[in-house]
């Protein structure tokens, strides 16, 4: 049971670059997020979605973009990479009830130059 | 907008002590609070999920209680262990699991 993977661990762009982070979960949860980490600023919300076909945004949502087509895939889209966008990156997943543990991948360090 | 506070940023505590980390947060309306714990360069590991009818939960020497009048979670690590050092966050569901709002994290160091 592999749980939350994430792809790639490391990435260094360059600025005005795109890239894809991957994130897959074999749980079949319907809930998947995307938080983004920096120093002193624990975990904000980027985008989730509560189903497939259904995303909306979060706390800091822009110069991203997801799309959720099945219910194990939840991607992330960097447009256009700055270099306020490094950071690490950790998507989680977890079933509709609230009472249910939320499971988190390792996380994706990007650094964007 | 919900705002969660964690205070020390960081503490340190001889091995075999008994500790409680803090959390505070601004909206009592809250779905459920949860302490997670994280290893350097890894992700995030639930410890445990307190539902906003509930007071406290437990898992082994851990116990976290919640109060929602005072806007207070507390994680209370009992006969403290080197292994037991990590960062502590805590985070408030508001809506469920799919949004969640955490605070800074407590960075624990148990001195052997």
């Known amino acids: 049971n592999a749980g939350v993977t994430q792809t790639p661990k490391f990435q260094v762009l360059k600025t005005g670059q795109s890239m894809t982070l991957q994130c897959a979960q074999d749980?079949?949860?319907?809930?998947m997020s995307w938080y983004r980490q920096d120093p002193g600023m624990g975990l904000r919300l980027i985008h989730y979605?509560?189903?497939?076909?259904?995303?909306d945004q979060g706390e800091v949502p822009n110069g991203y973009n997801v799309s959720r087509s099945t219910t194990e895939d939840f991607p992330l889209r960097l447009l256009s990479a700055a270099p306020s966008q490094t950071s690490v990156y950790f998507c989680?997943?977890?079933?509709?009830?609230?009472?249910?543990?939320?499971?988190f991948g390792e996380g994706s360090w990007l650094t964007v130059v | 907008k919900q705002e969660v506070t964690q205070i020390p940023a960081a503490l340190s505590v001889p091995e075999g002590e008994n500790l409680v980390l803090n959390c505070s947060f601004t909206?009592?309306?809250?779905?459920?609070l949860q302490w997670f714990r994280q290893d350097p360069g890894k992700g995030l590991t639930s410890l445990l999920l307190?539902?906003?009818?509930?007071r406290e939960q437990t898992s082994g020497r851990l116990n976290a209680s919640l109060d929602k009048s005072s806007g207070r979670s507390t994680l209370y690590i009992a006969a403290s262990q080197p292994g037991d050092s990590a960062t502590y966050l805590c985070?408030?569901?508001?809506?469920?699991?799919?949004?969640?709002?955490f605070g800074t994290g407590t960075r624990l160091t148990i001195i052997p």
């Open positions: 909206d009592s309306a809250i779905y459920n």
């Open positions: 979605s509560v189903g497939a076909g259904i995303t």
């Open positions: 749980m079949n949860h319907e809930y």
């Open positions: 307190i539902q906003s009818s509930q």
């Open positions: 989680a997943s977890s079933p509709t009830d609230s009472r249910a543990t939320i499971y």
């Open positions: 985070a408030a569901g508001n809506f469920g699991n799919e949004k969640l709002t």
